[in-house]
Antibody, heavy 121, light 110 residues
Framework: EVQLVESGGGLIQPGGSLRLSCAAS????????LTWVRRAPGKGLECVSL???????YYADSVKGRFTISRDTSRNTFYLQMNSLTAEDTAVYYC???????????????WGQGTLVTVAS | QSELTQPPSASGTPGQTVTISCSGG????????VNWYQQIAGAAPKLLVY???QRPSGIPAGFSASRSGTSASLAISGLQSEDEADYYC???????????FGGGTKLTVL
């Protein structure tokens, strides 16, 4: 059974750093593209980062230079390192898996439960 | 501001059919398949339609979608109270070389 479980959210001061983790089970990370999607209060979904199967990366302009997506195949876990956080980064962050057989796209077939990141002093 | 435009809200009564539009451009909807997501309050998004008009297993037949030119639409027929949720279109953009979501449509069942 495919499962994604996020962890690492919490309250962080502006300018701080946080690393989100997404532990995957039921599939291999190298077989799928992977993504982090967030939903800020009162706003819609935003894909902040995507990791292609071949390890190429995509970042939304809003996080470019501050966020880094990565994966650890030995732990079957992928991550979102978030630096220089601001109040605008406050959101629920979801990890999701891209459908098998594709290198990229927006067909995300399994999602984690979400983890709340609050940036405030 | 998203590259994909959706109406912020839609509504209908039980049993009605509601249609949600998603307007984009040549580099996204004009070139790539559209996927639709449902997000019920407090829950993670769920894939509702993929590849323009395909439903994953377990998604009721009352959900259908289509794409034409640079626009796409999602239709929900036989509206039920449990369909009350936020709905998002999503598509790959060839210029950004990244995924884009529509702004979302909040569906209210009256």
């Amino acid at each position: 059974e495919v499962q994604l479980v996020e962890s690492g959210g919490g309250l962080i001061q502006p300018g701080g750093s946080l690393r989100l983790s997404c532990a995957a089970s039921g599939f291999s990370l190298t077989d799928n593209f992977l993504t982090w999607v967030r939903r800020a209060p009162g706003k819609g979904l935003e894909c902040v980062s995507l990791l292609h199967k071949d390890a190429r990366t995509y970042y939304a302009d809003s996080v470019k230079g501050r966020f880094t997506i990565s994966r650890d195949t030995s732990r079957n876990t992928f991550y979102l390192q978030m630096n220089s956080l601001t109040a605008e980064d406050t959101a629920v962050y979801y990890c999701a898996r891209g459908s098998p057989g594709y290198d990229h796209g927006t067909r995300f077939d399994f999602w984690g439960q979400g983890t709340l990141v609050t940036v405030a002093s | 501001q998203s590259e994909l435009t959706q109406p912020p809200s839609a509504s209908g009564t039980p049993g009605q059919t509601v249609t949600i539009s998603c307007s984009g451009g040549k580099s996204n909807i004009g070139s790539n398949p559209v996927n639709w997501y449902q997000q019920i309050a407090g829950a993670a998004p769920k894939l509702l339609v993929y590849g323009d008009n395909q439903r994953p297993s377990g998604i009721p037949a009352g959900f259908s979608a289509s794409r034409s030119g640079t626009s796409a639409s999602l239709a929900i027929s036989g509206l039920q109270s449990e369909d009350e949720a936020d709905y998002y279109c999503a598509v790959w953009d060839d210029i950004l070389y990244g995924p884009v979501f529509g702004g979302g449509t909040k569906l209210t069942v009256l």
